[in-house]
């Protein structure tokens, strides 16, 4: 089993950057697709940008049309963390951050209920 700690969230003004991290223990995760899902007051769960494992170590990026060109999901297998880039932030963007994983490959990346491992959440909120 793998658990997993995001941190790297904090309070910004539009325009700015983070970078969230999820660390993971308990188990590597070169052959997981990780995923990054956030949740905003009142709203569902959303997709924001997977890391699909494919592999022979090819993993594919996927990003949510609302932040491609600004976010940029990566990973270091040899620290076990998966990173989640964050530009040129809109208020919009103002949500829970959770990171999840998957041991296997994934045909539907965008489902939070394909992923049985979760980390805590971290807060990012873009000020206008």
């Known amino acids: 089993q793998v658990h997993l700690v995001e941190s790297g969230g904090g309070l910004v003004q539009a325009g700015d950057s983070l970078r969230l991290s999820c660390a993971a223990s308990g188990r590597t995760i070169n052959t997981y697709t990780v995923a990054w899902f956030r949740q905003a007051p009142g709203k569902e769960r959303e997709f924001v940008a997977a890391q699909a494992w494919r592999g022979s170590g090819i993993y594919i990026p996927y990003y949510e049309d609302s932040v491609k060109g600004r976010f940029t999901i990566s990973r270091d297998n040899a620290k076990s963390t998966v990173y989640l880039q964050l530009n040129s932030l809109k208020p919009e963007d103002t949500a829970l951050y959770y990171c999840?994983?998957?041991?296997?490959?994934?045909?539907?990346?965008?489902?939070?209920?394909?992923?049985?491992?979760w980390g805590q959440g971290t807060q990012v909120t873009v000020s206008s």
């Open positions: 999840a994983g998957e041991p296997s490959y994934i045909s539907t990346y965008s489902v939070p209920e394909n992923f049985h491992y």
